[in-house]
């Protein structure tokens, strides 16, 4: 069988470019799934950019194209990057779902290179506070709940529409505490349900 290197949810079209992660979340979609929504989003092999953009074809058909699979997007930030303009020439919107660690992985700050690329990005909080994000993450790289703060905040300082999501599993108390954290860094939080 082919892997999935594209796959499309309702009106939007998800690219599926890496299983890699930096992150280990005990909530993670993958955990025990081979597949989500109907489609195997495990890789033998990950797609090169020009693969990905023969799936996409015309990215109008779609209302938006998401970087969002398996596995974090910024780990594969040239193909995503490439992908961005490819998509933008041919008159498509972009979205990046991402864990927020894509500078901690590039090891410098990336928000300028995603300026203008993507348009809009969702950054995974998860917790209000470190202790908290690592039990509930379990980042591989240091720094990640801090590393991730600033990534959003740079973004948001570079103009990008930038968003915070948690996923309500954490619980009412933790939620109303993440939401202070974003009404404290200006960036509007999304409150989501735990995809079982
Ligand atoms: S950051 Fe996303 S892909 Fe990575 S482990 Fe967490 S939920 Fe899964």
């Not at 990905?52 to 930030?77: M, N, W």
């Not at 779902?97 to 969702?122: M, Q, W």
Request: net charge negative.
């Amino acid at each position: 069988m082919k892997d999935t290197y594209t796959y499309q949810i309702g009106e939007s079209l998800y690219l599926n470019l890496t299983n890699r992660c930096t992150n280990r979340c005990t909530f993670c979609v993958r955990n025990g799934k081979e597949t989500y929504e109907g489609y195997a989003l495990w890789l033998r092999t990950e797609p090169t950019a020009e693969q990905v953009l023969s799936e996409i074809g015309d990215p109008k058909r779609y209302r938006e194209i998401v970087f969002c699979g398996f596995g974090e997007p910024t780990c594969r930030l040239d193909e995503l990057l490439f992908l961005c303009d490819k998509i933008h020439e041919r008159g498509g919107k972009t979205r990046l779902n991402t864990n927020g660690h894509g500078s901690i992985f590039a090891g410098r700050d990336i928000s300028g290179d995603l300026k203008g690329r993507v348009d809009r990005i969702n950054v995974s909080l998860n917790a209000p506070e470190e202790g908290e994000y690592d039990e509930l993450c379990r980042p591989l790289v240091e720094n990640a709940f801090q590393g991730m703060l600033d990534f959003a905040e740079c973004c948001k300082r570079a103009g990008i529409d930038v968003r915070f999501s948690v996923v309500d599993c954490i619980g009412a108390e933790k939620v109303e505490k993440c939401r202070k954290l974003a009404d404290r860094l200006q960036i509007p939080l999304r409150v989501r349900e735990m995809i079982e």
